[in-house]
């Protein structure tokens, strides 16, 4: 019998009219803006466009007052701080790394170490940046910033009166499960968790830091 040779597919002769030449520039034209509703955390904004194509068009944009931040907070037996809470909009139940909003004038470090103190109770002695994300880029500018913090001490948590919080820490190996699993499927947590191992696998992370990822 001879040798099974796969179909050659046929060539699509629409494919060549459907390519997109690649550009960076801006290809919108904002005719108008209005804000449609705005409160102390968020702005929605409404666009009156030319899409790319020409043709007219509404773009509204969700535009957060604070800046977004995020902790991997690793203690000194190699553990992984989470931060559970039921998260509003979805209806649902999430386990994420400590997270909030800051000023959009204050050093994101800042921010992010408050909210790591208030939620957790945590203080790190050392702080490396991650990632800076887009957040959803279709429908909001949302900018988050996450940071890897370690030589972590213990404190007492002071969190917001809206907020009903509770704190587990995990071996970070068990932490990266959860993003792979699903278990965790914040975008920040699960960016920035990986981000780390990464970082780790490659040996990109001080000494001391990976020596306590991988005890």
Request: with cysteine.
């Given at each position: 019998?001879?040798?099974?040779?796969?179909?050659?597919?046929?060539?699509?002769?629409?494919?060549?009219?459907?390519?997109?030449?690649?550009?960076?520039?801006?290809?919108?034209?904002?005719?108008?803006?209005?804000?449609?509703?705005?409160?102390?955390?968020?702005?929605?904004?409404?666009?009156?466009?030319?899409?790319?194509?020409?043709?007219?068009?509404?773009?509204?944009?969700?535009?957060?007052?604070?800046?977004?931040?995020?902790?991997?907070?690793?203690?000194?037996?190699?553990?992984?701080?989470?931060?559970?809470?039921?998260?509003?909009?979805?209806?649902?139940?999430?386990?994420?790394?400590?997270?909030?909003?800051?000023?959009?004038?204050?050093?994101?470090?800042?921010?992010?170490?408050?909210?790591?103190?208030?939620?957790?109770?945590?203080?790190?002695?050392?702080?490396l940046p991650l990632m800076t994300m887009h957040l959803s880029n279709c429908i909001t500018d949302e900018v988050a910033h996450t940071f890897l913090a370690w030589g972590v001490e213990e404190g007492a948590?002071?969190?917001?009166?809206?907020?009903?919080?509770?704190?587990?820490?995990?071996?970070?190996?068990?932490?990266?499960?959860?993003?792979?699993?699903?278990?965790?499927?914040?975008?920040?947590?699960?960016?920035?968790?990986?981000?780390?191992?990464?970082?780790?696998?490659?040996?990109?992370?001080?000494?001391?830091?990976?020596?306590?990822?991988?005890?």
């Amino acid at each position: 019998m001879p040798a099974y040779s796969p179909p050659t597919p046929t060539p699509d002769p629409t494919a060549q009219e459907c390519r997109v030449p690649h550009q960076t520039g801006n290809p919108w034209t904002v005719l108008s803006s209005t804000t449609q509703y705005e409160n102390p955390w968020i702005e929605v904004i409404e666009h009156k466009v030319l899409a790319p194509t020409g043709k007219p068009g509404l773009y509204g944009v969700v535009r957060p007052r604070s800046l977004a931040t995020g902790v991997v907070a690793i203690d000194g037996e190699g553990r992984v701080t989470l931060v559970g809470q039921h998260r509003f909009p979805l209806d649902q139940y999430s386990w994420e790394i400590p997270e909030g909003g800051g000023d959009k004038s204050v050093d994101p470090q800042l921010s992010a170490a408050r909210e790591l103190r208030e939620e957790t109770g945590q203080t790190a002695r050392h702080w490396l940046p991650l990632m800076t994300m887009h957040l959803s880029n279709c429908i909001t500018d949302e900018v988050a910033h996450t940071f890897l913090a370690w030589g972590v001490e213990e404190g007492a948590a002071c969190p917001d009166d809206t907020e009903a919080l509770s704190v587990r820490r995990v071996p970070f190996a068990e932490a990266v499960a959860m993003a792979m699993t699903g278990a965790i499927t914040d975008s920040m947590s699960v960016a920035s968790l990986l981000k780390v191992q990464l970082m780790a696998l490659n040996g990109s992370l001080p000494d001391d830091v990976a020596r306590l990822i991988r005890s």
